[in-house]
């Protein structure tokens, strides 16, 4: 759905400093403006390179990326961008060839492009494992994330878009999803493990004896059990809590985001029964592998393997497929799902009364929309994907512990939403992707790279960045609330209603509005 | 159209109607009907209850005591979404759009209870939801048309002006199909020729939609223009319904709007 842009509110008065400070910049002169910049940007680069050679490269090379995107396009743009390319081509190849890519696919004409890019995108995503060892050391966050980091990286992508349904598009700030991933977890740890030892159960498990004890289901099914068991569990949270508006339902979800790793803790002697359900602290592990069976195996020769964790022997392209390979490219799929299905739902007539109940609840049930079931269903929605993804990391960890499901995770997650852009699906992946990275990697490196290069004087100081994780987070979710609040990579109509809020002042009767369901 | 036995020529029955907040008494055991096809407007000064009493009419407030009937059906105490998917379709006095959404895409989501797709379909986009989302665009077109907003169905109704954000209101509010339209206080804020304007469209409305409107207005040469009848509201209590002309002259009308001292300045003079 097309829209036209939504206008500017006219800046009627320049008041505050930064306000003036930006009036003032556009007075100046365009020349003396790209001067400024430049030269700046110069003294920045040469500035850091003094701190690290690396570093310093960096600073040039976005600068020099950033005025040859403004060049007039045709001699100059093109000529800046093969430039820049050669420059690179013999000492970071990978790098050369990155810009490549993306400097062909902005030449490719607008609606196409749009066609294009996710398709790149995903290109570039499967091939990954491909072309991870041989690529260009960054600076400051140093090498590419591994693959592992990059199924960790995919997870909480996939329970960022989840949550964003629920919070990004029917506007229910949930504080708890972290319920949502244990439940799916939990699901997957059940049911593919030797955590029920009475009971024997198999069916299409892999990679496990046949007389095993313990519920052993194929993982493929427990995924969307995980999702559908997930989705259910969210509808019996969502029915009691869902009446409640704003505030008062962001601490009932997060008292419920705060019970469920609870109960899983305690539940090794569940209600006081002697049954052990969750193994208590102690986790459930081992979890079974996934696979696809060994007659899909033997037919597909093991294109689609038998079972991830024996299956590697093969080597394409100069690269051993490693069992984390399988789980990264299941992963990235199971995302392409999570990511379709949100955006079906974004244009359909839910979506349409999600964002209908998001903007002013009283007008949406007077057009005939039914408050509680349309949010249950957001709710349920972000519950499944929740799930999905809980039980499928549940399985590549092989393990499922009580101390997975902490708050913060819940917190964690919603930063991903925010500092992407609530609301727009290419915004959270690209924030969830950004900020799972730093959790996983990210910051270990920066500190390491901090520790390598920063002293004063004869003072070096020994960072531990990882420790700082909570208020790092933090701080970025403030700057972004404060200077840019729509996130990263806005949805339009969200940005406006963050500027200039929504209209949504109840008006409804207290003991009436929970009468509705 | 389904006639009901109980009170053919009816669309909406209100028997004894009454809301209190705590102890304030915001409408006063008010019965009122509103009979099939007509334009029926509800008048009274600020503060007698009229925007209390379609608030119960469509269910955002419960009512204390008293019985509405719409269409054969009980629907006291229902939730809003119930009642409109029946058939009483609303706008609001203070206008309540979806601001940061298109005109089409608003007179879609009123058009919310006539639709079926679901989750499932949705995710599928079966033959079924293509054919019901492009019917339902087609419709809602149609009504933008008819309200005179068709060249901005793709316009963020936050920038709008005035007057077609009530128009949309309307539209939207057309979008649930109703049987029986609210409109509360529709030309406020409006200039004369607008006014003007929409009093001809509400005609249109009745005589060629075939609706059934009551409206709240303040605005007395929309009110005596359109109306078959008028039903006057003061302090929670009806005390005077009639045809424009009769309330027009109605001693206690005039003594609600001007106050007592008017009444008898009036009779001294001869004028009532």
């Known amino acids: 759905m097309t829209q036209p842009d939504i206008q500017e509110e006219g800046a009627a008065e320049q008041i505050g400093f930064r306000n003036q400070l930006r009036a003032g910049w556009k007075a100046l002169p365009i020349a003396q403006r790209i001067a400024i910049s430049v030269g700046l940007e110069l003294a920045l680069a040469i500035l850091f390179f003094f701190v690290d050679h690396s ?19 045709l001699p100059w743009k093109v000529a ?3 430039a820049l390319i050669a420059i690179f081509a013999y000492p970071v190849p990978t790098l050369a060839a990155g810009l490549a ?33 041989k690529m260009f050391v960054m600076p400051i966050f140093g090498v590419w994330p591994d693959i592992a980091t990059g199924v960790y990286m995919l997870v909480f992508v996939m329970m960022a878009v989840g949550l964003n349904i629920v919070v990004g598009y029917a506007g229910l700030l949930d504080l708890g999803y972290v319920a949502f991933y244990a439940t799916g977890a939990y699901t997957a740890a059940w049911f593919a493990s030797l955590q029920f030892p009475k009971t024997t159960f198999h069916m299409g498990a892999v990679g496990i004896t046949p007389n095993l004890p313990g519920i052993h289901v194929t993982i493929w099914l427990l995924l969307l059990l995980g999702g559908v068991i997930t989705a259910f569990f969210g509808i019996m949270i969502g029915l009691p809590t869902l009446r409640l508006r704003g505030d008062y339902l962001a601490i009932v979800t997060l008292g419920f985001g705060e019970i469920l790793p609870q109960i899983a803790r305690n539940s090794d002697n569940f209600l006081g029964t002697g049954f052990n359900l969750t193994n208590g602290p102690n986790g459930i592990t081992p979890l079974d592998s996934m696979g696809f069976g060994s007659h899909i195996g033997n037919f597909t020769h093991g294109v689609l393997p038998a079972n991830y964790l024996q299956c590697c022997n093969a080597t394409y392209l100069g690269h051993q497929i490693q069992s984390t390979d399988l789980f990264f490219w299941t992963a990235i799929a199971l995302l392409l799902v999570t990511v379709f299905c949100s955006f079906r739902l974004q244009f359909s007539r839910l979506g349409r009364a999600w964002i209908a109940i998001r903007e002013d609840e009283t007008a949406a049930a007077a057009m005939g929309i039914p408050l509680m079931r349309t949010k249950t269903w957001a709710y349920a929605s972000g519950a499944f994907f929740g799930g999905v993804a809980g039980a499928f990391y549940a399985v590549f960890k092989s393990a499922t512990f009580p101390g997975d499901f902490f708050f913060n995770i819940s917190v964690f ?8 852009g609530m609301g727009n699906i290419w915004g959270v992946i690209v924030g969830g992707a950004f900020l799972a990275y730093l959790n996983q990697e990210g910051l270990a490196n920066t500190g390491a790279w901090i520790n390598a290069n920063i002293h004063f004087g004869s003072h070096h100081p020994n960072l ?27 949805s339009r109509r969200r940005a406006a209603e963050l500027h200039e809020g929504v209209h949504d002042d109840p008006l409804y009767d207290t003991q009436h509005a929970g009468a509705e369901a | 159209m389904t006639e009901t036995t109980e009170n053919g020529n009816y669309v909406l029955v209100a028997e004894d109607l009454r809301k209190e907040f705590g102890g304030l008494v915001a409408v006063n055991n008010v019965s009122f009907d509103v009979p099939r096809g007509k334009v029926i407007s509800l008048i009274g000064p600020n503060g007698a209850g009229k925007t ?33 998917a029946l058939g009483i379709g609303r706008t609001f006095q203070n ?25 499932f379909n949705s995710i599928l986009r079966t033959p079924f939801v293509n054919r019901e989302e492009k019917a339902s665009r087609a419709r809602a077109m149609e009504l933008l048309e008819f309200t005179g907003l068709a060249r901005k169905a793709q316009e963020v109704s936050r920038n709008l002006p005035y007057g077609d954000q009530r128009r949309l209101e309307v539209a939207r509010a057309l979008g649930t199909e109703p049987q029986l339209l609210l409109l509360d206080e529709p030309t406020a804020g409006m200039n004369p020729q607008e006014s003007a304007e929409f009093t001809a469209f509400v005609s249109r409305l009745r005589d060629e939609e075939k609706l059934t409107v009551l409206m709240i207005e303040h605005d007395m040469r929309v009110v005596m223009g359109v109306s078959d009848r008028v039903s006057v509201l003061d302090y929670g209590e009806k005390i005077a319904e009639g045809t424009p002309k ?17 009444v008898e300045d009036m009779k001294n003079r001869g004028l009532s």
Not at chain 2, 246 to 262: D, P, T
């Open chain 2, 52 to 84: 209390t009493f379609f608030n119960m009419l469509t269910g955002v407030y419960k009512p204390t005591a008293g019985r509405i009937v719409f269409l054969g059906t009980d629907v006291t105490g229902k939730p809003p979404h119930a009642i409109t």
């Open chain 1, 55 to 73: 570093l310093g490269y960096g600073v040039a090379a976005v600068s020099a990326l950033y005025w040859i995107h403004r060049l007039p396009p």
């Open chain 1, 101 to 133: 890519i993306i400097f062909a696919v902005f030449w490719v004409p607008q609606p196409l492009r749009s066609r294009v890019l996710p398709v790149v995108a995903i290109l570039l995503a499967v091939m990954y494992p491909f072309y991870q060892p």
């Open chain 2, 246 to 262: 009769e309330v027009q002259k109605h001693e206690r009308v005039i003594e609600a709007y001007l106050g007592k001292a008017a």
């Open chain 1, 413 to 420: 997650i919603l930063c991903m939403v925010i500092l992407g």
């Open chain 2, 95 to 119: 206008i309540r759009l979806f601001q940061n959404m298109t005109a089409l895409e608003n007179v879609m989501v009123g058009m919310h209870a006539r639709m079926k797709a679901n989750l």
């Open chain 1, 464 to 490: 531990d960045v990882p420790l700082y994780a909570s208020g790092i987070y933090g701080v970025i979710i403030l700057v972004v609330v404060l200077f840019r609040p729509e996130g990263m990579i806005p």
């Open chain 1, 80 to 82: 800046g961008q093969v």
